[in-house]
């Protein structure tokens, strides 16, 4: 009789509230699959994220977001901060994408056409120049090693903080200020010669303040 | 051009991608994972057997059914139980759950588990409290109504003669099923819950039956407060359209808002509804608001609350804020709800329904993520409500 259904009747008292992320992390420890379904909708966007800075959008980087969260959701006890949940999910996903660049080139080794290799994802808000550019800068980052290449990625795409990306890639804030400085160096060298690249070099060769 | 523009270009491109990542990725999780062909013969005998043994162990340390007692003796699944006709008659199990019949109410405790019971209210009234608890397992039948229970506390009633089926709920949500409720109909701390099966006569009730009478007959029979007590019924007005004289009248949106039909009551009250909404007493104008809700039709059912609002300060006026906040919840509008609520708790704080107010605000500043509301709200009930059907709620929100 106009009654909603249980389902969407927000006047049933449910366990909603996890306020801190130390709160959903107990909770996912005690298997609750509220407590679960919770973790994933509040950080698979940031992973996604991650992965696909990482490595560009290609159609298959869900694969490596589900990835990220059964990795995590096994692991959860080992994490020892659960207010760090964030960095933590980050590492995680930073640690999946390099396994998957590790992947490509072993098989990019073995198999001279990569025949697993998808094609990278339709870029719909962007411009044919603009595309054009994308695609040049991850065909850039491709011949990077892949510290250099995930650093400069979360930095300069993702903007991310550098305490966050030292955290991510676990090592020191001096180790991700190097492979940012040489990152960028072999990136805007890279781009000088690359025609989609280098008109946007006119304002200047460097990339923000890394 | 500059490269901070092609990153953010870059950004831009992959964040339009990210929601069919983030859905794809939610249902390979959603997925089982397939299983693994080759599974060594041995192991799986080995496992069987360790299963097996669990399983085992687990029926050996299996808890005991609950057991319950009729007034002062041990009482036994399937005996019949009847209050004594001057008299209340309580059941009390032993998770502490008590049962309390009204006198004359008649029924029995069908079932125990060792999580709950089955217990069958043949008529009568009876209060009930049943302790929170994970894996409470309670089912009320009453009369042709199942009530299926976890922790709450509720009084509910079934009149065989004049079959109407009553639910007063007090503490946390139970799930209705029954003739004439489609489905399971959820029914929370604060709301009542009538429904009549019986034929609908053309005659106005009397001035004291319907929910309120029921509620506070219940509140008086088992002792329970009667501040949950609905809207009382509303008389005949105003006056019906003239029929031919050998045509029965037809029936007032009363008389059928009384049958559970209200959007046929809603169709009959909708002629005269201004003129209701500013001459009618406070119990009309309530309960064309609640005729209205109950059809769908928000604006009138706001029209009739906020007429009510302003006619009638006081108790009848709160009633009818809450009523305003209840439908903002559900609805749901977050800020409607949060200030009709606000609203309740300021003009009424020590109201009946303020406890169920402060604990619904709670809900909502939870539900919007509103971290430091949400934290203060929470302080504001604990302090309040210690043991309020909303604490568990409002601990786990506090640092």
């Given at each position: ?32 699959r ?25 159609p ?35 640690h999946?994408?390099r ?32 595309r ?30 550098l305490?966050?990306?030292?955290t ?13 400085q040489?990152?960028?160096?072999a ?24 | 051009m500059?490269l ?22 939610r249902?390979?999780?959603a ?44 009482g ?9 006709p ?14 309390l019949?009204?006198a ?26 049943v ?6 397992e ?26 109407v ?16 409720i489609?489905?399971?109909r ?20 009397p ?27 509303p008389p005949?007005?105003p ?6 004289p ?10 059928l ?43 009138h ?10 006619r ?7 009633a ?19 200030h009709?609520?606000?609203?309740y ?19 909502v ?18 302090d309040?409500?210690?043991s ?12």
């Open positions: 009789m106009g009654e909603p259904a249980e389902a969407d009747d927000p006047g049933v008292i449910r366990p909603l509230a996890f306020q801190s992320d130390e709160d959903l992390v107990a909770a996912v420890r005690r298997n609750d509220d407590a679960k379904r919770r973790l994933f909708e509040k950080y698979a966007p940031h992973v996604a994220r991650v992965i696909a800075r990482c490595l560009g959008a290609r298959d980087n869900a694969d490596l977001v589900h990835e990220v969260f059964v990795m995590a959701l096994r692991d959860i006890a080992r994490l020892r901060e659960p207010a760090a949940l964030k960095g933590w999910l980050s590492a995680i996903a930073v999946a994408a396994g998957y660049l590790r992947h490509k080139r072993r098989r990019r080794w073995l198999s001279f056409f990569a025949p697993d290799e998808l094609p990278e994802a339709p870029a719909p808000h962007a411009d044919g120049d603009t054009d550019a994308i695609r040049a800068t991850y065909r850039i980052l491709d011949t990077l090693p892949d510290d250099q290449r995930v650093a400069f990625a979360l930095r300069f795409i993702d903007q991310m903080e305490t966050e990306i030292a991510a890639c676990d090592t020191s804030l001096a180790t991700i200020k190097r492979r940012l040489r990152a960028q160096t990136f805007v060298a890279a781009a000088r010669d690359d025609e989609h690249l280098a008109p946007w070099l006119a304002d200047g060769a460097r990339w923000g303040e890394p | 500059s901070d523009q092609l990153g953010d270009a870059i950004a831009r491109s992959q964040d339009a991608a990210i929601a069919a990542s983030v859905d794809a990725a249902r390979r999780l997925t089982p994972p397939p299983r693994r062909r080759r599974i060594w013969r041995p192991a799986l005998a080995a496992i069987a057997t360790l299963v097996a043994l669990v399983l085992g162990v687990r029926s050996y340390l299996e808890p005991e059914p609950i057991t319950f007692q009729v007034g002062e003796r041990p036994t699944p399937g005996e019949p139980i009847e209050a004594p001057a008299a209340e008659l309580q059941l009390r199990f032993s998770d502490s759950t008590t049962v019949l009204a004359a109410t008649r029924g029995v405790v069908d079932d125990v588990t060792p999580r709950g019971a089955r217990v069958h209210v043949e008529r009568g009234r009876a209060a009930v409290s302790p929170p608890g994970r894996n409470a309670w089912t009320f039948d009453v009369g042709p109504f199942e009530i299926a229970v976890t922790g709450t506390r509720f009084d509910v009633s079934w009149d065989d003669q004049a079959q089926f009553l639910l007063v709920m007090h503490d946390g949500s139970v799930k209705v099923r029954g003739p004439t489609e489905d399971r959820v029914v929370v701390a604060g709301e009542t819950l009538r429904v009549p099966l019986g034929p609908i006569t053309a005659s106005a009730p001035r004291d039956t319907g929910p309120a009478a029921d509620a506070r007959a219940i509140a008086a029979a088992t002792g329970a407060p009667a501040e949950v007590a609905p809207p009382p019924p005949r007005a006056a019906p359209p003239r029929a031919p050998d045509a029965p009248p037809p029936p007032s949106w009363q008389d808002a009384a049958g559970g039909d209200f959007h046929a009551a809603l169709t009959a009250a909708r002629a005269g509804f201004d003129a209701t909404c500013a001459t009618a007493s406070a119990g009309d104008v309530t309960a064309l608001g609640d005729v209205a809700r109950y059809a769908g039709d928000l604006a059912a706001q029209q009739a609350y906020l007429a009510v609002r302003r009638f300060p006081g108790p009848d006026a709160a009818a804020t809450f009523a305003l906040a209840r439908m903002a919840f559900q609805a749901p509008d977050d800020a409607q709800a949060i009709w609520l606000d609203t708790l300021r003009e009424d704080p020590d109201g009946a329904l303020a406890r169920e107010a402060l604990g619904r605000l709670l809900e500043y939870a539900r919007i993520h509103d971290d430091a509301a949400a934290r203060r709200t929470a302080q504001r009930y604990l309040a409500y210690p309020g059907p909303h604490a568990k709620l409002a601990r786990s929100i506090l640092p």
